[in-house]
């Protein structure tokens, strides 16, 4: 399985999960990150929550994600009034949410860690 094609297939079981609650709302955005525009991965919202989602779904122990990325996330949730989020999926483990406030400084990008995410990141259960 390409790359590309886990990255897609792991937003839409993201997107699955937030239909599944019966309260909110969730799209995958096409072309984010190839489009001039700062647009998420996914965009879910309920009456009383609004997420913009970057989705990084790990095969290793850490992966790291471009500044620019982050900096587009913040862009567009701060236009729509919705909450930033970074989601990861390290395989054979659910879904962390961490705030880009959270993520670990490595110079151009931020560095995302298995071992420390499982301690400062929040649940799919706590998002909702």
Known sequence: MSRKSKGIGAERE???????TGKFA???VAGSGSIKYPV??????SPSKKYAIECKALKG???YIEK????????FAQIVGARPLIAVRFDNTGWFFLS????KDSGNTYCIRKDEVEFRAQKFEEII
């Open 14 to 20: 993201l997107i699955h999960l937030f239909w599944k």
């Open 40 to 45: 998420p991965d996914i965009f879910a919202a």
């Open 26 to 28: 969730a799209i995958r």
């Open 61 to 63: 122990d850490s992966q």
């Open 68 to 75: 620019k990325a982050v900096e587009e996330l913040k862009t």
């Open 100 to 103: 880009p406030e959270g993520l």
